[in-house]
């Protein structure tokens, strides 16, 4: 059983910067892959980015978010940087078997098996 604690959501002027924090429990922190989503109002929920041997990015942040780990402190971060208002959702981090992570599903929510409870980010413009 894995718990997920998102920390580090609030308001940011456009072109600022956040860093959200996902503190993990449990040991077995390092064999599992880690992922961003986030869901805006009234829209679907969208893949931000995953890490695993392989760090992935959803086109639409690429350049601009850097998702990290420190297995060390179970903990994975996301870098956001020159954040716009179209970036305005809660964020969930989110973990999986790595085994999944490779199986090409990485970008898919139903890949991952436990989920935090989300921080909002909001930017405004």
């Known amino acids: 059983q894995v718990q997920l604690v998102e920390s580090g959501g609030g308001l940011v002027q456009a072109g600022g910067s956040l860093r959200l924090s996902c503190a993990a429990s449990?040991?077995?922190?390092?064999?599992?892959?880690m992922a961003w989503f986030r869901q805006a109002p009234g829209k679907e929920r969208e893949f931000v980015g995953g890490?695993?041997?392989?760090?992935y990015y959803a086109d639409s942040v690429k350049g601009r978010f850097t998702i990290s780990r420190d297995n060390a402190k179970n903990t994975v971060y996301l870098q956001m940087n020159s954040l716009k208002p179209e970036d305005t959702a809660v964020y969930y981090c989110a973990a999986a078997p790595l085994s999944s992570y490779y199986s090409g599903r990485s970008s898919l929510g139903e890949t991952y098996n436990y989920w935090g409870q989300g921080t909002q980010v909001t930017v405004s413009s």
């Open positions: 890490i695993g041997g392989i760090t």
């Open positions: 449990g040991r077995t922190f390092s064999r599992y892959a």
